[in-house]
């Protein structure tokens, strides 16, 4: 009987894991895309030659669907430098250019060092320019949390669109860290 009540806390646990993870992946794979101002395109890892990875790349290109499809009439791109010593806003601007967006459709945010901080500075830009919410382009794994980010910030009703998908061996940590950092979102901001 003892024994069965310390495995409570973990089947609790256990369940409350398997139940979020699944709604990341409803979330994730369900995209809500409207005709809105806005494709926020969160940053990701520009290879050391200065390209974008190719998971970055697969965000830039869901996002310059949706501004040929008339979605969106702006794509603001949010990154950080990376480790690799690239600006991740300043190289996805430049790919969207050379993949035909207009200068004057794309907004750079090179201050968007984590979700949390893209989230905060597209709230200060909202609210200047009065957007309607944007559409979150990201990967799928990564929507829900992305989401959360821009609710903490004061933005409500965020739409979605996730990169074309490539499974990746990496999904298999991308998938759980998401479970614990939307619960450290929550806690921490």
Known sequence: MKESRARLPLRVF????????????YDGFNDRIEKTDVALVFGNKVEESGVPSERLERRLQRSLDLYKEGFVSLVVVSGGLGVEGHDEAAVMREWLIQNG?????????????????????????????????????????????SKLALRLAGVH????????????????????????????YLLKY
Do not use: C
Request: net charge positive; charged share 20%.
């Open 101 to 145: 967006v207009p200068q004057s459709a794309i907004i750079q945010d090179s201050a968007g060092k984590d979700s949390i901080a893209s989230a905060r500075r597209y709230a200060e830009l909202s609210e200047s320019r009065n957007w309607m919410p944007p559409i979150v382009v990201t990967d799928y794994f990564h929507i829900t949390r």
């Open 14 to 25: 256990a369940l409350w894991f398997t139940l979020h993870t699944a709604y990341i992946l």
């Open 157 to 184: 009703g965020a739409f979605s669109a996730h990169a074309p998908l490539r499974p990746h061996i990496k999904e298999l940590y991308y998938i759980p860290r998401e479970f614990f950092a939307f619960y450290y």
